[in-house]
DNA sequence: GTACTTACTTCTAAAATCAAAGCAGCATCT
DNA sequence: AGATGCTGCTTTGATTTTAGAAGTAAGTAC
């Protein structure tokens, strides 16, 4: 069946921008990912062990996912020794406030543990 | 250099709350599904329609799952006909206004389409 | 009766994720 | 000079999650 207008368009639900942010913030550890980043810049090691859990490989992905996404950018460190660095771009940063609420929210709202 | 008990336990990284938080939220369609009941109850059905691309299979577990997490509660209004409508709970609609700044967010730093 | 709706559940196949191992470059310990 | 351990990845299966289609039960519309 094709899809009509009305089924296309539709009505308040369905934010498009939402659906945006949650193509990104929808992916399992991106907003923690974002969160992390949030309270300074840091290497690949660093943010594995800070959110746990996260495989190198999918960790590799989110973070090329973010970089593309123009939320953060990766900075090599010319060394010796070479060093990585993540930080927030100003794109980035203007969604902290969002997640601190979110952090506030949980703390309110979610049961601990 | 080892690690100190500083670097271990760590900072402002490894927010336990937010972490909480993207258990639900850094799950496919959970953000979507809220926001949209951010605008008053609904169907199943509209529901789906309304998100776009969620299969019933997932859809159906994951309003489950909302609701065993205290955020919408299902009701059914036995009719004839029986209609089901999921709402947001106290829970979850102190979430929209994050939802929003997020939607704000994502229309000001996220490329449309 | 036929067609269409809602609200699901069940099935299978495809996609995402995990866990472990590997690799190259550098530092540190002995 | 090794041996060991760190970083920043990539590659390799195995496991988990999700999608997509179909099926069920009950009701409405014609």
Redesign the interface.
């Known amino acids: 069946m094709a899809p009509t207008r009305h ?1 296309l368009e ?13 193509t ?9 990912l974002l ?2 980043l ?2 300074g810049p ?1 290497g690949f090691r ?1 943010l594995s062990r ?3 859990g996260v495989s190198d490989s999918v960790l590799s992905d989110r973070l090329a996912e973010l970089c593309k ?3 953060i950018t990766r900075r090599v460190d010319e060394g010796p020794p070479v060093t990585v660095s993540y930080e927030l771009t100003e ?1 980035g940063r ?2 902290i ?3 601190h ?10 049961p ?1 543990t």
């Open positions: 089924d539709s009505c308040a639900r369905g934010d498009a921008a939402l659906t945006r942010a949650f990104l913030l929808g992916k399992r550890w991106n907003g923690l969160g992390s949030g309270s840091a660093e800070a959110i746990g996404a123009g939320l794109g203007a969604l406030p969002a997640l609420q979110i952090s506030r929210w949980a703390e309110e709202h979610l601990a």
